[in-house]
């Protein structure tokens, strides 16, 4: 199973930044999720594999951005002006050769997931 890691959560003051990475052994479709305490894991962005096609889901739009370095097969998550519902565990994981925006909130279509790295937003 094709392993992959996340980090750069980390404690950041509401209106702040943080970038989150997904590093993996390839190039893959790679979805990031998050789960915070009492509540399902759900769909953030994800970026297709082969056209880098981004989606978003409609509570982080215009202030996340999801990237690739080829170079280096790493899913970068840059997460701007951050409020606190974005409190959770982040994760990044693969998945279909080319999802749609359908398939990017669903967590069931992906696979090998990390460990996840918290991300908390509070003053």
């Known amino acids: 199973q094709v392993q992959v890691e996340e980090s750069g959560g980390g404690l950041v003051q509401p209106g702040g930044s943080l970038r989150l990475s997904c590093s993996t052994s390839?190039?893959?479709?790679i979805g990031w999720f998050r789960q915070a305490p009492g509540k399902e894991r759900e769909g953030v962005s994800c970026?297709?594999?082969?056209?880098?096609?981004?989606y978003y889901a409609d509570s982080v739009k215009g202030r996340f951005t999801i990237s690739r370095d080829i170079g280096t097969n790493t899913v970068f998550l840059q997460m701007d002006s951050l409020k606190p519902e974005d409190t959770a565990t982040y994760y990044c994981?693969?998945?279909?050769?080319?999802?749609?925006?359908?398939?990017?909130?669903?967590?069931?279509?992906?696979?090998?997931w990390g460990q996840g790295t918290q991300v908390t937003v509070s003053s």
């Open positions: 994981s693969i998945g279909p050769a080319r999802p749609d925006e359908q398939i990017c909130a669903m967590p069931d279509f992906w696979h090998s």
């Open positions: 390839g190039i893959y479709s």
């Open positions: 970026i297709r594999r082969g056209d880098d096609s981004a």
